[in-house]
């Protein structure tokens, strides 16, 4: 019987690095500020708390490259879990990818491409949507923004199954439209929008009555999630040309041009809109190149973040897979998640699962997703990191000189926020605790009943 084809190692530094950002740069840039307004009220904590978010994935990047260069398979955390603290880990690792790692982002993305585009065509917005499900914060809604999203989300999706040439030149492209779009939105806001530096001096009230100290906790979920993609070439490893070079500089290089552009992005907000009236919007996006440019430069702003939404949505379509032909292989996913195309070497039954999660996550409420999002990926990158004590001590590790200066400093730098955030999320937004929990008991339940092997396990 002929042998199964595998992935094959096709993508360099560019195509690698370009996957990080355009796994960063989505959701959060486009969306979170207005959040962050009302629930911190403050510029300085404001702006704070994206530094704060580069500090830890700009750490988090460096301890992920030695874990990368140590286990250059596909899969990111999942690997390095099952290595560090056995199958169950890994395999929750991975399951809780599939709906919070990547279909919740990928619907989130597509959800807040809908609202950009709601700019041109208002019934697509979230806010109008026709049909809910419940009532209050968590009620399901269904209208044109998840049909719009749900649609964005199925062509990349079938996209997706023609090869990862095809997708990384589609990507390629869509990821230098995003960053020209940022680049000439943040010069063109700043030299010639209609702004004020003295909104940087107005504060605003809170909208939220839990404690500042608290609620900057819960706030870096936002921030997480916004951040969250730093990881993305682990998860295509076995792809990667010389990924024991590409690995780290990509990883790198995309978090530190993110973390700057995020910054000055941030800049440009407060310069066009003073933050009383950006509490709660989400196409943040709209409302500032509306007070910079005019409604007629907002409009084509509003396309153009659009599009730059649809290089996030790609990107993760791209990412999410790989993570799951990694555990098939091994014998703790859906076994047809292993299939790869014979002609465009693709794991295309993986692609369509995760395709169809996406469209359904897309009913959730906008900012619940977030929260979730951020609360599981915080939990298992925290996780991730801090499986370097155990693997440093291990004979024949190979180190890199960034994480062993002042070792353990770097790793300490991640894993303490990260416990902090998790402590106080389940505290203060139980409901969320709640499904992040059942997701976690769900997958060791999956492992134990379905996937446990008496005779060892190997990552």
Same mark, same amino acid.
């Given at each position: 019987?002929?042998?199964?084809?595998?992935?094959?190692?096709?993508?360099?530094?560019?195509?690698? %690095?370009?996957?990080?950002?355009?796994?960063?740069?989505?959701?959060?840039?486009?969306?979170?500020?207005?959040?962050?307004?009302?629930?911190?009220?403050?510029?300085?904590?404001? /702006?704070?708390?994206?530094?704060?978010?580069?500090?830890?994935?700009?750490?988090?990047?460096?301890?992920? #490259? &030695?874990?990368?260069?140590?286990?250059?398979?596909?899969?990111?955390?999942?690997?390095?879990?099952?290595?560090?603290?056995?199958?169950?880990?890994?395999?929750?690792?991975?399951?809780?990818?599939?709906?919070?790692?990547?279909?919740?982002?990928?619907?989130?993305?597509?959800?807040?491409?809908?609202?950009?585009?709601?700019?041109?065509?208002?019934?697509?917005?979230?806010?109008?949507?026709?049909?809910?499900?419940?009532?209050?914060?968590?009620?399901?809604?269904?209208?044109?923004?998840?049909?719009?999203?749900?649609?964005?989300?199925?062509?990349?999706?079938?996209?997706?199954?023609?090869?990862?040439?095809?997708?990384?030149?589609?990507?390629?492209?869509?990821?230098?439209?995003?960053?020209?779009?940022?680049?000439?939105?943040?010069?063109?806001?700043?030299?010639?929008?209609?702004?004020?530096? &003295?909104?940087?001096?107005?504060?605003?009230?809170?909208?939220?009555?839990?404690?500042?100290?608290?609620?900057?906790?819960? #706030?870096?979920?936002?921030?997480?999630?916004?951040?969250?993609?730093?990881?993305?070439?682990?998860?295509?490893? &076995?792809?990667?040309?010389?990924? &024991?070079?590409?690995?780290?500089?990509?990883?790198?290089?995309?978090?530190?041009?993110?973390?700057?552009?995020? *910054?000055?992005?941030?800049?440009?907000?407060?310069?066009? %809109?003073?933050?009383?009236?950006?509490?709660?919007?989400?196409?943040?996006?709209?409302?500032?190149?509306?007070?910079?440019?005019?409604?007629?430069?907002?409009?084509?702003? #509003?396309?153009?973040?659009?599009?730059?939404?649809?290089? %996030?949505?790609?990107?993760?379509?791209?990412?999410?897979?790989?993570?799951?032909?990694?555990?098939?292989?091994?014998?703790?996913?859906?076994?047809?998640?292993?299939?790869?195309?014979?002609?465009?070497?693709?794991?295309?039954?993986?692609?369509?699962?995760?395709?169809?999660?996406?469209?359904?996550?897309?009913?959730?409420?906008?900012?619940?997703?977030?929260?979730?999002?951020?609360?599981? /990926?915080?939990?298992?990158?925290?996780?991730?990191?801090? #499986?370097?004590?155990?693997?440093?001590?291990?004979?024949?590790?190979?180190?890199?000189?960034?994480?062993?200066?002042?070792?353990?400093?770097?790793?300490?730098? *991640?894993?303490?926020?990260?416990?902090?955030? %998790?402590?106080?999320?389940?505290?203060?937004?139980?409901?969320?605790?709640?499904?992040?929990?059942?997701?976690?008991?769900?997958?060791?339940?999956?492992?134990? *009943?379905?996937?446990?092997?008496?005779?060892?396990?190997?990552?």
């Amino acid at each position: 019987m002929a042998s199964q084809p595998g992935l094959l190692r096709q993508l360099g530094l560019f195509s690698a %690095t370009a996957i990080v950002i355009s796994n960063m740069i989505g959701t959060g840039i486009f969306t979170a500020t207005g959040f962050l307004a009302g629930q911190l009220g403050d510029v300085k904590l404001i /702006l704070g708390i994206w530094v704060a978010g580069a500090v830890f994935a700009l750490c988090g990047a460096f301890c992920f #490259s &030695e874990l990368g260069i140590n286990f250059p398979a596909s899969g990111g955390e999942y690997v390095y879990l099952t290595r560090a603290y056995g199958p169950t880990w890994g395999f929750m690792s991975g399951w809780t990818s599939f709906f919070a790692g990547f279909s919740a982002p990928i619907a989130a993305a597509a959800l807040a491409f809908s609202d950009y585009l709601g700019f041109f065509f208002p019934a697509i917005k979230q806010e109008n949507a026709q049909l809910a499900l419940g009532g209050g914060d968590y009620a399901l809604k269904i209208g044109g923004a998840q049909l719009t999203a749900s649609a964005l989300i199925a062509v990349f999706t079938v996209l997706n199954l023609f090869g990862v040439q095809f997708i990384a030149r589609i990507q390629n492209t869509l990821t230098s439209i995003k960053l020209l779009v940022m680049v000439a939105f943040i010069g063109l806001g700043l030299a010639i929008g209609a702004g004020s530096w &003295e909104h940087f001096s107005l504060s605003t009230q809170r909208t939220v009555s839990t404690p500042l100290v608290a609620q900057f906790a819960i #706030s870096l979920f936002w921030i997480y999630v916004s951040y969250s993609g730093w990881n993305a070439a682990t998860y295509i490893a &076995e792809e990667l040309k010389r990924p &024991e070079r590409t690995l780290p500089l990509a990883l790198t290089f995309g978090t530190a041009l993110v973390a700057l552009l995020y *910054f000055l992005f941030n800049v440009v907000f407060i310069y066009a %809109t003073p933050l009383e009236q950006m509490k709660g919007v989400l196409a943040i996006g709209t409302l500032t190149s509306r007070a910079l440019f005019g409604a007629g430069a907002s409009g084509a702003f #509003s396309l153009l973040l659009a599009v730059s939404l649809m290089s %996030t949505v790609n990107a993760m379509i791209t990412i999410g897979p790989r993570l799951y032909y990694a555990m098939a292989k091994n014998g703790a996913f859906i076994p047809a998640a292993a299939k790869v195309h014979p002609k465009w070497r693709t794991p295309w039954f993986a692609i369509l699962c995760q395709g169809a999660c996406s469209i359904l996550m897309t009913i959730t409420p906008f900012p619940d997703l977030i929260v979730y999002i951020g609360f599981l /990926l915080n939990f298992f990158m925290m996780l991730a990191v801090a #499986s370097l004590f155990q693997f440093r001590r291990r004979d024949g590790w190979r180190k890199i000189s960034v994480v062993s200066f002042l070792f353990p400093l770097l790793p300490l730098i *991640f894993v303490v926020p990260a416990l902090w955030m %998790t402590v106080f999320g389940a505290t203060l937004k139980p409901a969320i605790g709640v499904a992040a929990a059942l997701t976690l008991i769900s997958g060791a339940a999956v492992f134990h *009943f379905r996937f446990r092997r008496p005779h060892g396990y190997v990552a």
